[in-house]
């Protein structure tokens, strides 16, 4: 598992006992991948004796300070720091010299291949995996925060068998049982329903290939029906008290669905929070810190499905931008990027397309050219960025309001805008090809006189 500088363990074990074990979860015997001249650059290497791990840094998204914890992929037991490929802007690529001392503690190392990264990231040289991690690490420390516990062994160095736990679920899908002994080591302080919220996400989160994700849809519906009949039990009509209160039942829903409050809980934490005589609780009760820290959370606008890990990582954002734009989609109220996430991740595909094609048909920028025709952003915007590209030698930046309007204009009058654009900004580029006309039509070094 991960392990400090100079001592590497995984779990509290050796790792050449690990590598001997043969077990899915425990070390790997070098990746046997030939492509890794293509691989986004790490930002170091780590030489164990045997194979070479390329390393980013994830302390940031841990809440760490820097250098603390690296995501390690085994890249095998060949590295050569001069056989990178250029970057996708063919600038030349050269890896860092490995060190045989581990700088910091290693997080994946026992699961993760190079050939494990996705070809869409070829040649990248300011990739780090972690960002692709960061929304899921966000969920699991507010749901399960000793997920990243550690644990003192007997020589004094630190293990972390939760983290162990928490790699092996999102990369391999193994489900969690609550008899696993890096639970029982971690002493996590969990119940039954948060396990089973934690395998329904399983590997994939809220969503699979953009539909949402049967096993977490199917859990949720299970704990609301659980909770009609914890309000029947007190006396309450849910479906009443639902249609008078949608947001506080939604918000009772996602507690019970995480498990943050689990079931032989449920009838006393819903009469404390509802307010039903002879179900207050005072500072002395055993219930009183966890009620009150879940009752807390019912205000929390991120409750439940964690909208940061669709957004960053599915479908959401993606089609946000090809529907809008990157300026159209960024520019969206929180509550509107809100609401396309949970479309997405709650009622498919589809729902989500019609959703964002409804805010292009009537967005204030497009909706009077485009909207109605069935067109999106990324249908109008490429005859634009050739235009742009022409005008400034470069590609444009997507955030750009001058950019994003430019499809409300005619090609002509675009092409203007641009031109205009690129002289008072003086871009280089574009004096030079004005320059160069000059010269065809003067004779004379205008170039040089730049």
Request: aromatic share 12%; proline share 6%; charged share 20%.
């Amino acid at each position: 598992m991960p392990h400090e500088p100079g001592h590497v363990t995984i779990e509290g074990q050796d790792v050449d006992d690990l590598r001997t074990e043969g077990s899915q979860s425990s070390a790997v015997s070098g990746s046997g991948h030939k492509g890794h001249y293509l691989k986004p650059t790490p930002e170091q290497v780590y030489f164990d004796g045997k194979h070479y791990y390329w390393l980013w840094d994830v302390s940031n998204i841990l809440g760490q300070d820097p250098g603390s914890s690296w995501i390690a992929y085994n890249g095998g037991s060949i590295y050569n720091p001069n056989g990178f490929s250029n970057t996708v802007d063919d600038q030349p690529r050269v890896g860092p010299s490995p060190t045989t001392t581990a700088p910091g503690t290693l997080i994946g190392d026992e699961l993760l291949k190079l050939k494990d990264i996705s070809t869409a990231f070829n040649s990248l040289g300011d990739w780090n995996p972690g960002e692709g991690f960061a929304a899921r690490i966000e969920i699991y420390q507010d749901v399960a925060p000793w997920f990243f516990n550690g644990v003192e062994q007997e020589d004094g160095t630190m293990d972390y068998p939760g983290m162990g736990l928490l790699m092996d679920m999102v990369v391999n899908g193994v489900p969690i049982k609550e008899d696993d002994p890096r639970l029982l080591a971690i002493q996590a302080p969990y119940n039954f329903e948060t396990i089973q919220y934690l395998n329904s996400m399983g590997k994939t989160g809220y969503s699979i290939t953009g539909k949402p994700n049967a096993k977490l849809t199917n859990l949720r519906a299970t704990r609301e029906s659980q909770l009609e009949q914890t309000f029947i039990s007190l006396g309450i009509n849910p479906k009443e008290w639902k249609m008078e209160n949608p947001e506080d039942w939604s918000a009772l829903t996602e507690v019970h669905t995480m498990g943050v409050v689990g079931q032989a809980e449920s009838k006393n934490f819903v009469g404390f929070v509802v307010g039903i005589e002879g179900y207050d609780i005072d500072s002395s009760s055993p219930y009183y810190e966890r009620f009150t820290s879940a009752a807390d959370r019912l205000g929390n606008d991120n409750l439940g499905f964690d909208i940061s890990d669709f957004i960053n990582s599915n479908k959401a954002e993606r089609r946000g931008i090809q529907y809008l734009g990157a300026f159209g989609y960024n520019n969206l109220s929180a509550e509107q990027k809100a609401s396309v996430a949970r479309i997405y991740s709650q009622e498919g595909e589809d729902a989500g397309d019609s959703y964002l094609q409804n805010i292009f048909d009537n967005h204030p920028i497009y909706g009077d050219k485009y909207g109605g025709k069935g067109l999106n952003f990324a249908s109008i915007i490429q005859p634009y960025v050739s235009l742009y590209t022409s005008v400034f030698g470069e590609a444009p930046d997507m955030m750009d309001l001058d950019f994003a309007e430019a499809p409300t204009m005619t090609y002509q009058e675009a092409g203007k805008a641009f031109r205009t654009k690129a002289y008072n900004e003086n871009n280089t580029f574009y004096a030079q090809n004005v320059a160069a006309n000059l010269n065809k039509a003067l004779g004379g070094p205008v170039i040089r006189g730049l």
